[in-house]
């Protein structure tokens, strides 16, 4: 019997759960690597994604949001010409892009660029009309009631 992961539907999936729509997107099959990331919940509604940019500036990083997409884009505006011979170039700085479905409710608050790493702040705000509310039950008396003079009258009697 063959086994899925499919952890890979799930981490580029932010604030709700999209499974069988991602099931129908074509290219799953190819799983990007580069550059690494993390999306972490910080605490109910707000959620950040971290990627690993050494060697981009701000300059060179973009997030765009188009709809229910969050684009995040670097390329390298200004060729530098080497001026060393590497032995061994282990740093990639070749261009990317990173696309991550949100949910609708869901909304970049900022980013910030720290030591190699770009931060993506997002918060999640539920409008009022979508939130869980609590509905009343109402109740009807049509059951009679028996009295505690009836009951004590009645053992009386007998």
Do not use: C
């Amino acid at each position: 019997m063959r086994h899925f992961d499919l952890t890979p539907l799930y981490r580029n999936t932010i604030g709700f759960d999209r499974l069988f729509s991602l099931l129908d997107q074509p290219g799953l099959t190819e799983v990007e690597t580069y550059p690494p990331y993390n999306i972490e919940r910080l605490d109910e509604t707000d959620y950040r994604i971290t990627i690993a940019v050494a060697g981009f500036s701000d300059a060179d990083l973009r997030i765009e949001l188009k709809g229910n997409s969050l684009e995040i884009a670097a390329e390298k505006k200004t060729a530098e010409a080497p001026q060393h011979e590497f032995l061994h170039r282990g740093i990639a700085a070749r261009a990317f892009v990173r696309r991550f479905q949100i949910d609708d409710h869901v909304q970049v608050s900022g980013a910030s660029l720290e030591n190699g790493l770009l931060h993506v702040h997002l918060k999640r705000e539920i409008p009022e009309a979508k939130k869980p509310r609590q509905i009343p039950i109402q109740t009807t008396s049509h059951s009679k009631t028996i009295h505690q003079d009836v009951v004590d009258a009645d053992a009386k009697a007998a």
